[in-house]
């Protein structure tokens, strides 16, 4: 970022050159018109912008401190204190143009966002309906903003995807360390998603297109952050209402300070200069500037380690989080979990309960969906069609899947025993997995079969997987359970580290989740945390939270708790789109181990607007104390007042080298040790 780019930093280097030739033109008694001319060109470029902007919030019969520090700096110079008023100008400016730096800085990332993505894409020609798609096909070179939903393009290796899609044909390692921070390449394969700005390594990869270049992941960050930029806190808001009203208090505090030495006998010079003086240091310039530097700091540091955070205020209800709810698959565990067993309630094979399971799954958001999914893909099973698909969150998927021309009632979701299921004796344990497995009939219906002995082959089956530490997942035809899919999700990487540091920060982590207790206290105790909830709903979820909770989730069961939370974030890598709108931003990468150095970073931010809008109302009491008691100089009201704007401003500019969020800084803090397209559908 070139900072002569930004107009008020020329506007304040341009008053600064002016002022540094008066200045000594005037000391050295140079001609007067050559002086006057100095001081006027300081006073042009440094005070016509905020004239500018006083004047049109003063149409808008708002009085703000750009208007009172113009009026303050033309009335030193109307009594001949024309040094004392290029000097309030060219502070003032310089003042304006480090606010401005510093919203650049925190933007900057924003445009490298964009520039991520290649600039032209290798379009495959328009072909045969029905040809074959092999990986490589005739091409066209394109602008990759031209590209529309359905296009296919050829990624050699060495080249940027051009836009986000799904892989046709052909198999390589996609390098997506500019775009999420993973160091590692990640393979990727035919039916895999990829995503613009990703660097493809090795193979060739033809891929279509799945969303309009404008809104792909990079331009969903892009969004996101942009937005949070735009957004002010609670407390900047507050403070910008006082500011209304301080200003007004400030100018008739200010006539008063003129008129009423004036009628006790003070000469009319020395009388315009203390009032003069008085609205420069009573100006609450310092204070304005207290609270949003920090803030917008804290979420430029956040960006850049993967956080995406809506607006300003979300870093404020973060520093006031004191519990932490996390949800279980996709947060705690990686989100990719393996279909690991499949059995038989009733005569049907296991490949035809896993083929229904995955055809009702079929576009599902859910992590556990996307796994049964592959698992069919893995073993090249037959999926029939499935139509009417709905998600019922919290409990699974419900479609109308049609096998032999017929539509039936394919349910996928949670095995929804009684207590008395489970404790049941399993009897027929040794039988399930044997003679209920070796089946291989084309129909899957449970009629022909006692309903008391299939519940207990549901019942030993669910409990079995679950003392493995597995999910159980029951697929059911017309009601009635035929079959259930074990699956398994590991904790993600540094777990157990993460919950350390969460637990030092804010308190004892909870599990929430709507798995069941077997499968949920083995996924907890590896990851070392000792507080679970299982087998709730969504409404459960939603009940249990603390009134200054942090929730972190991912699916789409998860919107209503981080909807209801005080602060609700979303793991970007899997979030359903619902949960993305639902929550106060995004978790782009290690979404366990970001958590306790984005809540300390919070708080730091909140000391730190705290204590600069101390130290601003401090000097701006100690300076009017001295002006209306004493003989204040203009020159030292003016260093004093603008002074403590500056510091305010590169004391909240401190935070965006904050060392707290690496381990090192952990120990200087003195504590222990979906996809981002939905951004785009997130924002307004």
Not at 32 to 44: D, T
Not at 49 to 56: D, I, K, M, V, Y
Not at 73 to 98: E, W
Not at 186 to 191: A, D, I, L, M, S
């Amino acid at each position: 970022m070139r900072m002569l780019s930004l107009p008020e930093v020329r506007s304040a280097a341009l008053a600064l050159a002016a002022f540094a030739l008066a200045v000594p033109a005037d000391l050295w008694g140079a001609p007067w018109p050559l002086v006057a001319l100095l001081y006027a060109a300081c006073y042009v470029a440094g005070g016509w912008e905020p004239a500018r902007s006083g004047l049109q919030a003063l149409r808008e019969r708002t009085l703000d401190v750009d208007l009172l520090m113009i009026v303050a700096a033309l009335g030193a110079a109307a009594i001949g204190q024309y040094l004392d008023g290029a000097l309030l100008i060219v502070i003032f400016a310089g003042s304006g143009a480090l606010e401005a730096v510093m919203t650049a800085r925190t933007r900057a990332g924003i445009t490298g966002l964009l520039h991520l993505a290649p600039e032209t894409a290798h379009r495959v020609v328009c072909r045969e309906p029905g040809s074959a798609a092999g990986v490589e096909a005739d091409t066209v070179t394109v602008r990759a903003a031209d590209l529309l939903v359905g296009d296919e393009v050829v990624v050699r290796p060495g080249e940027k995807v051009p836009a986000d899609g799904t892989v046709l044909a052909g198999a390589g390692e996609i390098d997506a360390s500019s775009l999420t921070g993973e160091p590692l390449p990640v393979p990727r394969r035919t039916g895999d998603e990829v995503f613009a700005g990703t660097l493809n390594g090795t193979g060739v990869l033809r891929v279509r297109v799945a969303t309009d270049p404008r809104e792909s992941v990079v331009a969903g960050i892009a969004a996101q952050v942009a937005r949070a930029a735009e957004t002010k806190s609670t407390r900047q808001l507050w403070v910008e209402r006082i500011e209304r009203r301080y200003s007004v208090i400030v100018v008739l505090a200010a006539v008063a300070v003129f008129v009423v030495p004036l009628v006790l006998g003070a000469d009319l010079r020395s009388a315009l200069l203390r009032a003069m003086t008085f609205m420069i240091v009573a100006s609450p310039c310092a204070i304005v500037l207290a609270t949003m530097p920090p803030l917008l700091a804290a979420i430029a540091v956040a960006g850049r380690r993967g956080v995406l955070l809506k607006e300003a205020g979300v870093v404020e209800a973060l520093a006031e989080v004191d519990a932490v709810v996390l949800d279980k698959t996709g947060t705690v565990t990686s989100g990719r979990p393996e279909v690991r067993s499949v059995e038989a309630v009733v005569d049907c094979s296991p490949d035809e309960v896993l083929a229904l399971a995955a055809a009702a799954e079929q576009g599902s958001e859910h992590v556990l969906g996307r796994a049964i999914v592959a698992a069919a893909q893995r073993r090249d099973l037959r999926v029939p069609d499935a139509r009417d698909t709905t998600a019922l969150p919290g409990e699974g998927i419900v479609a109308l899947v049609t096998r032999d021309g017929a539509s039936v009632r394919v349910t996928v979701g949670r095995p929804d025993l009684d207590a008395g299921d489970r404790d049941r004796p399993l009897r027929a344990e040794s039988a399930v997995g044997t003679a209920l497995t070796t089946h291989d009939r084309r129909s899957c219906s449970p009629h022909g079969t006692k309903r008391a002995e299939g519940a207990d082959h549901l019942a030993a089956l669910v409990v079995r997987v679950e003392r493995r530490g597995w999910t159980a997942v029951v697929v059911r035809v017309g009601g009635e359970a035929v079959g259930v899919l074990g699956l398994a999700d590991e904790p993600r990487p540094g777990a157990r580290d993460a919950i350390d540091g969460l637990r030092a920060t804010v308190g004892e982590p909870t599990l929430l989740t709507g798995d069941a207790v077997g499968p949920a206290r083995a996924l907890a105790e590896r990851a070392g945390i000792s507080q679970v909830r299982a087998g709730l709903s969504p409404a459960d979820k939603h009940a249990l939270l603390p009134e200054h909770a942090l929730a972190v989730g991912d699916g789409l069961n998860d919107a209503p708790l981080l909807a209801g939370a005080h602060v609700g974030l979303a793991v970007g890598d899997g979030a359903a789109t619902l949960s993305v709108e639902a929550a106060d931003g995004v978790l782009l990468r290690d979404p366990l181990g970001a958590l306790a150095p984005l809540v300390r970073l919070a708080r730091r931010a909140r000391r730190t607007a705290r204590v600069n809008l101390a130290f601003a109302a401090a000097v701006i009491v100690g300076l009017v104390a001295w002006d209306l008691v004493g003989t204040l100089p203009l020159a030292v009201g003016v260093a004093g007042h603008e002074l403590s704007t500056v510091l305010v401003c590169l004391n909240g500019l401190r935070l965006a080298v904050w060392p707290g969020w690496s381990e090192g800084g952990e120990r200087l803090e003195g504590h222990a040790p979906q996809q981002a397209r939905d951004l785009v559908r997130a924002a307004p």
